[in-house]
């Protein structure tokens, strides 16, 4: 099973700030990485697909980058509804998601 | 729009079975494979199986393997979710989410968008 690890775990930020989340994959998983955003009591939310398309309707502050078992979500002005905690995802050997990457007001 | 709608919420004891509805609206329903994801409370998120509508073909996580099974009523464009054997460790919520489709293409393995999340509580 391909282990995704998260970092960090919890990222203080305030708003205006840019922020910038880690995923690494335990072994090299192309560029077949996503990233979902979940609010509170909500399901999640695709942003990111295939390391770096935005999905439809997604804000140009989220960007995507990486490839191969390093990748970047950047946020690049955090606004108030964008503190949230945030998972990636692949799909090169059956599915499995990161433990997350919770972005507080700091 | 496309929109995912589970069935309430299910109180269940140690070793009984239980069974999640997902009706989806907007699209044409067998066209997209609908997955199953939960989450523990506090925790993150597991996969747990997919299913194409249209063939009925299904594919689950090796963890769940023979404890879940997903079924179609193509009639009423819902997808079933069933989960036997529960033990507490099974308390959790759990999502149906479609592929993703963009106007140029659909992604199997991608999501969005998701049911609202069905509370599935195991206690004795």
């Known amino acids: 099973e391909i282990v995704l690890t998260q970092s960090p775990a919890t990222l203080s930020v305030s708003p205006g700030e840019r922020a910038t989340l880690s995923c690494r994959a335990s072994?090299?998983?192309?560029?077949?990485l996503a990233w979902y955003q979940q609010k509170p009591g909500r399901a999640p939310r695709l942003l990111i697909y295939?390391?770096?398309n935005r999905a439809t309707g997604v804000p140009a502050r989220f960007s995507g980058s990486g490839s191969g078992t390093d990748f970047t979500l950047s946020i690049s002005s955090l606004e108030p509804e964008d503190f949230a905690v945030y998972y990636c995802?692949?799909?090169?050997?059956?599915?499995?998601f990161g433990g997350g990457t919770k972005v507080e007001i700091k | 729009q496309v929109q995912l709608v589970q069935s309430g919420a299910e109180v269940k004891k140690p070793g009984a079975s239980v069974r999640v509805s997902c009706k989806a609206s907007g699209y044409t329903f067998p066209s997209r494979d609908i997955n199953w994801v939960r989450q523990a409370p506090g925790q993150g998120l597991e996969w747990m199986g997919w299913i194409n509508p249209q063939s009925g073909n299904t594919g689950y996580a090796r963890k769940f393997q023979g404890r879940v099974s997903l079924t179609t009523n193509a009639s009423i464009s819902t997808v079933f979710m069933e989960l036997r054997s529960l033990t507490s460790e099974d308390t959790a919520i759990y999502f149906c989410a479609r592929s993703y489709c963009n106007p140029d293409s659909c992604y199997t393995d991608w999501f969005d968008p998701w049911g609202q999340g069905t509370l599935v509580t195991v206690s004795s």
């Open positions: 295939d390391a770096s």
């Open positions: 072994q090299s998983i192309s560029i077949y």
């Open positions: 995802q692949q799909r090169t050997t059956w599915l499995t």
